[in-house]
């Protein structure tokens, strides 16, 4: 017998013996009946428990087994497109001619009495639109020509124009848009979503996180955690250039057969610590190991982008053997084909407060949309000549806005044209998924700085996308520490003016 299977061999006899000790036999004599009635006096966290008053059948020893929804969804998957940083939509999509009439003149004081900002401070000047706009398509949707291929695609699109959230920063406006909370701890959308309908590939994760720019969003990897749900439904970071997954590979010496046989030897002890202490988080351990195991075959096939032909290629402008957004948004079609429930992208350097060119609206911004724009259009149409948008949701925004002021940070004039980040008004939009086309729903104020009609939370466009994929908010919901949570606390209202 070889060295490295020797020693699998050893640890799996070692622990099974371990779990025939006098040692646990009287920890659990001494603990097992307190525990018992702990458990009952702060409420079950298991699975099965949860399933009941979701309505929704679940197998522990199958987390990610396929289930069915409160209701027939009109999508069955997601891609989510996060810019992280906060893109300004006052450059984008928001058009305001009168914005332009107030270039370098003080900002009223009425409109800082009683707001915060992130940085600017005393009185700054007003901005006009660094971009020039027009109506596209039939719709007559607003577009800026910084997204020449986007605006042929405007009609495929609602647009909400009047979003808001209640934090200014960048980390937990972040966390408040993907888990419902800006503080750590709670679940994020894609958990939610893969927790209520599993996965309809056994070999794939039903949750996979796709990031480019060079750094993952502020928030750092809580945006695509699982909080309190089980960790197998956490988001499973894959990378666009070499192994898609680390550590996926055998290790040098070890084959299929043994890796297999590991697997099964750590698996045996796991199953065996799972009867002792009944923690669903050891059969999320035994999914993943296993899920893994699988992944070895599938994920390097469907993650490979080589194997597409040129016309797709240069329909998204994807980079072989680089990172980028547009091999992302190709490889999350790719994804979505097979199976995958819940596709998240977060593309990083979006931040434009002009105190360089890398963050000034004319010209890092500008840089931005050329990443993104060619991409992001050619997935709503290679999905759409594919059949699958009317199935695939399709949502894209950020954490918040930008401020139709100019940023002067701490008071001082900062060298390029930016703008603070803005918390009351910004633009998100969805596509596909049962999402009307050519819907502008919203509006803000001739200056971009307020909504006049049609506002809508962070919580109402979490509740719309629960929605699609057929889960009545207020009802999805999973004990924890004696109360039901749900991604959407206490607040939301499906937007039916754009389902």
Not at 49 to 66: K, L, T, V
Not at 194 to 199: A, M, R
């Amino acid at each position: 017998m070889d060295k490295p299977k020797f020693n699998i061999y050893q640890e799996a006899v070692l622990s099974n013996a371990q779990l025939a000790t006098r040692r646990l036999f009287l920890k659990q004599c001494g603990m097992g009946l307190g525990a018992v009635a702990l458990q009952h006096l702060l409420g079950s966290c298991t699975p099965a428990s949860n399933a009941i008053g979701r309505g929704i059948q679940y197998d522990p020893n199958n987390p990610m087994a396929p289930r069915a929804p409160h209701f027939p969804g009109k999508a069955k998957a997601v891609i989510y497109l996060h810019m992280a940083g906060a893109p300004s939509q006052l450059e984008m999509f928001d058009f305001k001619p009168d914005l332009a009439k107030l270039d370098g003149q003080l900002c009223p004081e009425s409109l800082l009495e009683g707001k915060r900002f992130a940085f600017i401070r005393g009185v700054p000047k007003m901005l006009g639109p660094c971009a020039n706009f027009q109506q596209r398509g039939q719709s007559g949707a607003w577009v800026s020509d910084i997204l020449p291929h986007f605006a042929e695609v405007a009609d495929e699109v609602s647009f909400l124009k009047a979003v808001y959230t209640d934090q200014f920063n960048h980390a937990p406006a972040q966390l408040m848009m993907q888990t419902g909370s800006a503080r750590l701890g709670r679940p994020s959308m894609g958990a939610w979503v893969t927790y209520g309908l599993g996965s309809e590939n056994s070999n794939l994760p039903g949750y996979v996180v796709l990031t480019s720019g060079g750094q993952n969003p502020d928030a750092g990897k809580a945006v695509w955690g699982s909080g309190f749900l089980p960790s197998v439904y956490q988001g499973v970071q894959c990378r666009s250039v070499g192994e898609p997954v680390l550590y996926l590979q055998d290790p040098h010496g070890i084959d299929r057969d043994l890796r297999k046989a590991s697997i099964e030897a750590i698996n045996e002890v796991n199953r065996n610590t799972y009867e002792e202490f009944q923690d669903p988080e050891i059969l999320s351990r035994i999914a993943q190991y296993e899920m893994a195991y699988r992944m070895q075959v599938s994920a390097p096939e469907v993650m490979n982008i080589n194997d597409e032909p040129e016309y797709i290629k240069e329909m998204y402008g994807v980079k072989p053997g680089k990172e980028s957004f547009a091999n992302n948004a190709l490889l999350a079609r790719k994804l979505i084909e097979k199976g995958v429930r819940f596709v998240q992208l977060f593309d990083w350097g979006w931040d434009a407060h002009g105190v360089s060119a890398d963050t000034a609206l004319d010209i890092g911004l500008v840089n931005k949309c050329r990443e993104i724009d060619k991409a992001m259009s050619a997935l709503l149409l290679d999905l759409k000549q594919r059949g699958l948008l009317d199935e695939t949701l399709i949502v894209w925004g950020s954490e918040f806005g930008r401020t139709p002021m100019q940023e002067n940070r701490n008071g001082l004039e900062v060298p390029f044209k930016g703008r603070d980040h803005h918390a009351d008004a910004f633009t998100m939009w969805m596509a596909g998924g049962g999402v009307k086309k050519g819907i502008t729903f919203g509006e803000t104020d001739e200056i971009g700085f307020s909504p006049v009609s049609g506002k809508v939370s962070v919580y109402d466009v979490q509740a719309t996308v629960l929605n699609q994929m057929g889960f009545d908010h207020e009802k999805f919901t999973y004990p924890f520490q004696g109360r039901p949570f749900r991604l959407t606390d206490v607040a939301g209202d499906v937007i039916r003016a754009i389902v």
